[in-house]
């Protein structure tokens, strides 16, 4: 990895003595970057107050990276695991959020600046289609927008107890109906707000496919897919094999990304994403040699039979696909190349636009 170990103490690249990062019952276990990407750095902020993070159009770029990191990632907040760093695994937005300000530190640059510059541009991706701030964009009339479905007035009720600064309302008509979500933005942006198409995050997975092109080494990428601490280390509340949408929370880290089980049991890696209004999944098979993508503007965040029912269809896409085109990667002749990338947009549960 250029620029940074990660095994060194964040710390060291934050250069904010008087603002360190650590654990405040295990200050002998340091925060590094290898733990903050594999989210074993024992950061958890319950899911109350990540819902304060969701602020409409964007506003949460009122605040700095560096703000909201120090605010909610240091040792006299209770946002912290009972148990060391390093010893237990949990998702958390606020680790790489952590992780993005390390990078601006030590590049001096916006994490999003470096990310366009260092990673998009030389892959070939025209930067103008891609950003976090509504701003970066001219035209955001053809941004796919966000819905959640109400079966009845409490779902309303609910999703604006949740997330009242988002100010949801409901589709003219009459229960069930749809409801409404302005687009917003996310405090922790790094983790979860690079807006861009299908097409041009195909072009970035496709660099994982070939091992890192001309942007990362091949090492690298090996390093990204080997579980951290060999598998021996467990998730937190390991007895937990799912959220209340039945969504199955990852439990094999890698760097970034993370194995991913199927119902067929077979094992994929890559990333999944759920905000309101938007569920995506992005993996590649254990082979490397063959990626799908699924974006999609269908909720999978309520507790309700419907979410379930939306993750359901999105696993049985990839399913189906990596069935269906890891069968026919023995006959070469039937594409360009050896690395095959299927990428699907998936909007209200219809998928309206396919290609190879």
Known sequence: MQLVDLDTDVNRYLSEPERRIFHPNYTSHSITLRRLLSHSASIYVNPQVRNTYYRPNDDVFNESLAEFCFKYVNPNTPYWLPKPPGTVTSYSNEGTALAALVVERITNMSYIDYVKQKV?????????????RLADFVNTEDFVK????????????????????LHITQIPGNLPTWLHISHFGFSPYPSALLRMSARTLSVYLQMFLNNGSNILHSLSIAEMRIVV??????PYNQGLASNSTGRRLPSEFGLAWYWYTMSNGRRYIGHTGAIPGVLHLMLVNEKNNLGVIVLSNGDATEPTDLSKEIIETVERIHMTLFECFDVNLGHASAFRTKKTLVKYFFAIFLIFDTFV
């Open 146 to 165: 966000h819905y959640v479905y109400a079966l009845n007035s409490s779902h309303l009720i609910w999703w604006n107890r949740q997330i009242p600064q």
């Open 229 to 234: 601490g060999g598998g021996l280390i467990s």
């Open 120 to 132: 998009l541009a030389p892959l070939g991706i025209d930067v103008t289609k891609v950003g976090v």
